[in-house]
C-alpha cells in the first residue's frame, strides 16, 4: 500500500511541475501582453520601463525559475493589474467556487445515484428511456445557452430567482442564489453519475450472489438498496475525480453568465488584463485540486477495492 502511495504521489508532483512549465511559456510566449494594456498615448519609453519593471525583458526559462523558486515558498507574486498579491486574490474568490462546486456535486450524486439506480431497475421501460433522453440532452445542450434561458424564464418572466450575485441576506437569500447556478453546473456533472451507476447496477444484479438473495426470498428493494447499490457504488467513487475538473472548467461560464465571484470569473478577469502572475497563480491553485482529488480517490478506491493496488 505504501509503494502505491508514493508511486501516486510523485506522479502527481511530475504532473503538477508539467502543467506549470507549459502553462508559464505558453502565456509568456503568447502575443502580446500587459504592455499592450497602456493608454494609446504611452511612450516607447513608458511602455520598456513597465515591461523591466514587471522583469519581462528577461528570458523566459530564467523567469520561470524565479516563478518556481518563489512559488514553492508559497509566494505566486504580486497581480499585475491591481498590485495585491495573487494569494490573496486567489483567497478572496476561492470559497465562492468552492461553495458551488460542493453543493453541485452533492446534488449531482445524490440525484444521479437515484436516477440511476431507477433507470438499472426499470430496464427498457418508460422511466428508463426517459431518464435516459434527459441524461443525453444534460450533455448535449451548452451550459452557456441554458443558463441564459434559465435567467429569461425564472429570473426575467417568472421573477421566482435572482438573476446574479450571490446575496446580501440571510440563508434563504443565499439559497436562491444559489439554486440556478447548482443546477447549470450540475449538467456537467449529473449525466455522467446516473450512466456510471446505470451500467454499475446492471452489472452488479447479474451476479450470483443476487440471484441467491433473491431465491432465498429477499424482497426486491433490499435486494438493490442493501445487496447490488451498495457493490455498485464502489466504481462510482472513481468518477467523483473525473468530475473535479469538470466541475470547475464548467464554472467559468457559470460563474460569468450568474455574476458569481469565484476562481472562473477570477480567471476570465485574469485573461482579459493579460495579468500573467494572476493566470499562473490560478492554473497552479486548480491544478493542485485536481490533482490532489484525484490522489485522495485513488487512494479511497484501492481502500475500497485492493485490486487497484496490482495496477
Keep these: 500500500m505504501l509503494r502505491y502511495v508514493l508511486n501516486r504521489f510523485w506522479q502527481s508532483i511530475i504532473l503538477i511541475f508539467i502543467v506549470t512549465v507549459l502553462t508559464f511559456f505558453l502565456i509568456n ?76 456535486l452533492i446534488f449531482s450524486v445524490i440525484l444521479g445515484v437515484l436516477l440511476g439506480t431507477v433507470s438499472a431497475v426499470r430496464r427498457n421501460r418508460f422511466a428508463d428511456y426517459s431518464i435516459n433522453f434527459f441524461s443525453s440532452l444534460g450533455l448535449s445542450v451548452p451550459p452557456f445557452w441554458l ?27 443565499r439559497w436562491k442564489h444559489l439554486i440556478m447556478p447548482v443546477l447549470i453546473l450540475s449538467t456537467t456533472t449529473l449525466p455522467t453519475i446516473i450512466r456510471f451507476t446505470r451500467s454499475s447496477i446492471l452489472e452488479v444484479i447479474s451476479q450470483n450472489y443476487i440471484r441467491t438473495a433473491r431465491a432465498k426470498g429477499a424482497p426486491e428493494r ?33 460563474e460569468t453568465v ?31 485540486i485536481v490533482v490532489v482529488t484525484n490522489f485522495l480517490v485513488d487512494i479511497l478506491y484501492s481502500k475500497i477495492d485492493p485490486r487497484v493496488k496490482n495496477y
Excluded at 33 to 40: A, E, V, Y
Excluded at 222 to 248: C, D, K
Design 29 to 104: 510566449l503568447a502575443p502580446g501582453g500587459p504592455s499592450s494594456l497602456m493608454r494609446m498615448d504611452a511612450t516607447e519609453e513608458e511602455r520598456q520601463a513597465l515591461i523591466e519593471r514587471m522583469g519581462l525583458d528577461k528570458p523566459v526559462h530564467v523567469r520561470y525559475g524565479e516563478w518556481l523558486a518563489k512559488a514553492i515558498q508559497g509566494d505566486l507574486g504580486v497581480s499585475l493589474t491591481s498590485g495585491q498579491p495573487v494569494m490573496q486574490r486567489i483567497a478572496e474568490r476561492f470559497p465562492h467556487t468552492l461553495e458551488l462546486a460542493v453543493y453541485t
Design 147 to 173: 443558463a441564459v434561458m434559465f435567467m429569461y424564464l425564472f429570473s426575467v418572466v417568472l421573477q421566482w430567482l435572482p438573476a446574479s450575485g450571490v446575496g446580501s441576506g440571510g440563508l434563504t437569500d
Design 222 to 254: 433490499t435486494v438493490i438498496a442493501v445487496h447490488a447499490l451498495r457493490n455498485a457504488l464502489i466504481p462510482v467513487v472513481s468518477v467523483i475525480g473525473v468530475l473535479i475538473p469538470r466541475l470547475l472548467g464548467g464554472a467559468v461560464i457559470t
Design 258 to 288: 450568474f455574476g458569481w465571484p469565484g476562481m472562473g470569473r477570477l480567471i476570465i478577469e485574469a485573461a482579459e488584463g493579460r495579468d500573467y502572475n494572476l493566470i499562473m497563480g490560478v492554473t497552479v491553485v486548480v491544478t493542485v
